[in-house]
């Protein structure tokens, strides 16, 4: 399911790409090198800025591609720890795009590290029973333009917000794709955006920075285990055996925990990097102490990080996040066999659980208050 644009977006072009089309209308391999200058290193927002460029240039640059096929519909602001960027796509699918910030100790607000969630779809075809991105089903698999245009958005906000350093290209620290959608199900478009995004032509961004989130679709682990740009991996695992991860994640019965052991085990033999494993509690679902010995024993095999998320709440879902003390019962039996683990408890602060929300949200805020 793909949205084919009358024009392409130039967000999705590589360097390559914009140079053999260039190429097809005489023009000289420096251009693109120049045009892409201005995209990520310049952040032209229109056409005309692009002043080094011969107006027919321009020209034709308008009638073949499109500057920006996100544009931005809210910026919410928030006290809190995350920022929002609802943003609309030339189908008018509505997405958003989290920021994260973590406060560090004796700067303001604006020099905190941030950590940008972006979407790889609209929507989500795997239907995890607790998630709130998969209860309309796929609407559409997004573009790479559309991919890497979210992260332009943010570094359009941010820079108004916070000068950026001349050496930064982008105005944030981390990368995690932990929005709408399931990553792995739209591969092609996400190496595409991501290879932009790291390029030293596109956002210069360290592939150490960026994460993979993923319910385990096990081929396509193994193919992002031989790509040649070393991203992070995190598993959504949230469950510790077969029984339990069936029971909420449809996608464990064709990749079951024999299957998907052994490929996050072959990717982290290729990166030499830990893994992340994901497990968000959920109250009576997957939060016995039997779990956390099993998620335990899954871990040390792995030398894999666990992240433990107190379930957020989706309205219209009956589920729900277990007594603080459960929680941290859970997470010491992880701790006492020298399990690298993070709990978080404060809540709407984790950065899964931020991003894991976002397709209900913005569904009902557009009944409630349709833009268009
Ligand atoms: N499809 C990918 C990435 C997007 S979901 C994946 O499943 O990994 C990002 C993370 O948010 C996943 O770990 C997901 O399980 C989690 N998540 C979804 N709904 C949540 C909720 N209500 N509370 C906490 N985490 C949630
Ligand atoms: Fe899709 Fe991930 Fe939500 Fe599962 S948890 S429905 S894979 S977005």
């Known amino acids: 399911m793909r949205f084919e644009p009358a024009k392409r977006p130039l967000t999705g072009e590589t360097l390559e790409s914009l140079a053999t089309a260039l190429a097809g209308i005489g023009e000289k391999p420096f251009r693109a090198t120049q045009i892409l200058d201005w995209v990520?290193?310049?952040?032209?927002?229109?056409?005309?800025?692009?002043?080094?460029l011969p107006k027919a240039?321009?020209?034709?640059?308008?009638?073949?591609?499109?500057?920006?096929?996100?544009?931005l519909v809210l910026n919410r602001h928030s006290a809190d720890v995350t920022d929002k960027l609802l943003l609309e796509l030339e189908d008018k699918s509505?997405?958003?795009?989290?920021?994260?910030?973590?406060?560090?100790?004796?700067?303001?607000?604006?020099?905190?590290?941030?950590?940008?969630?972006?979407?790889?779809?609209?929507?989500?075809?795997?239907?995890?029973?607790?998630?709130?991105?998969?209860?309309?089903?796929?609407?559409?698999d997004m573009s790479a333009g559309e991919i890497v245009a979210q992260l332009l958005q943010v570094c359009y906000a941010e820079d108004l917000r916070t000068p950026r350093a001349r050496s930064e290209l982008a105005s944030f620290d981390n990368i995690v794709?932990?929005?709408?959608?399931?990553?792995?199900?739209n591969y092609d478009a996400l190496i595409r955006a991501l290879t932009i995004v790291n390029a030293p032509w596109g956002l210069g961004f360290g592939a150490r920075r960026i994460t993979v989130s993923t319910s385990g679709l096990v081929p396509k682990i193994i193919m992002l285990a031989d790509e040649p740009i070393g991203f992070r991996l995190?598993?959504?695992?949230?469950?510790?055996?077969?029984?339990?991860?069936?029971?909420?994640?449809?996608?464990?019965?064709?990749?079951?925990?024999?299957?998907?052991?052994p490929a996050v085990k072959?990717?982290?033999?290729?990166?030499?990097?830990?893994?992340?494993?994901?497990?968000?509690?959920?109250?009576?679902?997957?939060?016995?102490?039997d779990q956390a010995r099993r998620l335990r024993d899954i871990a040390l095999d792995l030398h894999a990080h666990v992240n433990l998320i107190p379930y957020n709440t989706v309205e219209g879902l009956p589920w729900k996040r277990p007594e603080v003390a459960k929680q941290v019962a859970f997470a010491e039996v992880l701790d006492r066999s020298g399990v690298s683990v993070t709990l978080r408890r404060e809540k709407g602060h984790d950065i899964a659980a931020a991003c894991g929300q976002l397709r209900l949200k913005t569904e009902r805020e557009r009944e409630a208050a349709p833009f268009h």
């Open 266 to 289: 072959t990717f982290t033999e290729r990166h030499g990097r830990m893994v992340t494993l994901e497990f968000i509690l959920i109250a009576d679902v997957n939060d016995s102490l």
């Open 177 to 185: 794709v932990m929005g709408m959608g399931e990553p792995l199900a």
């Open 94 to 140: 509505l997405i958003e795009t989290v920021i994260i910030r973590a406060p560090q100790d004796g700067v303001g607000p604006d020099h905190s590290r941030k950590t940008i969630c972006i979407s790889t779809q609209v929507g989500c075809a795997m239907g995890c029973v607790f998630c709130a991105s998969g209860l309309a089903g796929l609407k559409r």
């Open 40 to 52: 990520y290193k310049k952040r032209a927002r229109s056409w005309d800025d692009m002043t080094n």
């Open 57 to 71: 240039l321009r020209s034709w640059l308008e009638a073949e591609f499109t500057l920006m096929p996100a544009s």
């Open 234 to 261: 995190a598993i959504s695992l949230h469950g510790a055996t077969d029984e339990v991860r069936s029971q909420i994640m449809p996608v464990n019965k064709a990749f079951p925990l024999a299957k998907l052991i």
